[in-house]
């Protein structure tokens, strides 16, 4: 039997020799203390985030951005353009981005647009070719008036006392070319006064001609176009 103080002297060697092998290893190489010039640092980089095509009107995204272990790849973005309407048409609604397409955009023709000058050149020509005048070619107009808007004759009717020389000499409609426009549509007034008075009407904007009178007095003292 092995006395106490012989087993408590036996353990102590032991461990002795045990914590001698530990201590007389190989350190771990690159460990802290143990570094040389081939040793690299660990390296790291902060999170990268995934791009993504621009969050705004017209953007789409074809194909999104993929992860190939050191990066993100691009997305593949489309672009579409605001449309707008093509020449002659005016927008009556505008266009909106639904998230992958235009939609809702009206578009009208336009409206043409003539000078009041273009309005009363056509007047006075229609005037010049219609009206049966032995002597309608020496007619020179001395003023103009209009355009008066209305409907049908209804500028006519409310602009009577705009044309005195009518009002005076009590004129009648003689021209052979003349004709009423229709009754209810939009219409533009021009008055030539010159030796007789010439009326027209055109859709609003136009030259194009809807209504013509030819005016001059019942006594016959009227000469012109």
Request: proline share 10%; glycine share 10%; with cysteine.
């Given at each position: 039997?092995?006395?106490?103080?012989?087993?408590?002297?036996?353990?102590?060697?032991?461990?002795?020799?045990?914590?001698?092998?530990?201590?007389?290893a190989d350190p771990v190489r690159c460990s802290p203390?143990?570094?040389?010039?081939?040793?690299?640092?660990?390296?790291?980089?902060?999170?990268?985030?995934?791009?993504?095509?621009?969050?705004?009107?017209?953007?789409?995204?074809a194909a999104g951005s993929t992860?190939?272990?050191?990066?993100?790849?691009?997305?593949?973005?489309?672009?579409?353009?605001?449309?707008?309407?093509?020449?002659?048409?005016?927008?009556?609604?505008?266009?909106?981005?639904?998230?992958?397409?235009?939609?809702?955009?009206?578009?009208?023709?336009?409206?043409?647009?003539?000078?009041?000058?273009?309005?009363?050149?056509?007047?006075?020509?229609?005037?010049?070719?219609?009206?049966?005048?032995?002597?309608?070619?020496?007619?020179?107009?001395?003023?103009?008036?209009?355009?008066?808007?209305?409907?049908?004759?209804?500028?006519?009717?409310?602009?009577?006392?705009?044309?005195?020389?009518?009002?005076?000499?009590?004129?009648?409609?003689?021209?052979?070319?003349?004709?009423?426009?229709?009754?209810?549509?939009?219409?533009?007034?021009?008055?030539?006064?010159?030796?007789?008075?010439?009326?027209?009407?055109?859709?609003?904007?136009?030259?194009?001609?809807?209504?013509?009178?030819?005016?001059?007095?019942?006594?016959?003292?009227?000469?012109?176009?």
């Open positions: 039997m092995i006395p106490g103080k012989t087993l408590v002297r036996v353990a102590l060697l032991a461990c002795t020799l045990m914590f001698s092998q530990v201590s007389l203390g143990y570094q040389d010039s081939t040793c690299t640092p660990a390296l790291s980089n902060a999170p990268q985030a995934q791009p993504q095509c621009p969050n705004s009107a017209g953007w789409t995204t992860w190939i272990g050191s990066r993100w790849t691009p997305p593949t973005c489309n672009y579409q353009a605001q449309p707008s309407c093509p020449p002659g048409y005016d927008e009556t609604s505008d266009p909106i981005w639904n998230g992958s397409a235009w939609v809702g955009m009206i578009c009208a023709p336009s409206v043409p647009h003539v000078s009041i000058a273009d309005q009363q050149a056509a007047c006075l020509s229609y005037g010049l070719a219609h009206d049966f005048y032995p002597i309608r070619w020496t007619f020179t107009p001395y003023e103009y008036n209009g355009p008066y808007d209305g409907t049908g004759t209804s500028a006519y009717n409310t602009s009577v006392p705009l044309l005195a020389w009518e009002a005076t000499i009590e004129a009648v409609w003689v021209g052979t070319g003349s004709f009423p426009p229709p009754a209810n549509a939009p219409t533009q007034m021009i008055v030539v006064k010159g030796a007789a008075v010439d009326v027209c009407w055109f859709t609003p904007g136009t030259t194009n001609l809807v209504g013509q009178y030819n005016l001059t007095g019942n006594s016959g003292g009227g000469n012109g176009g």
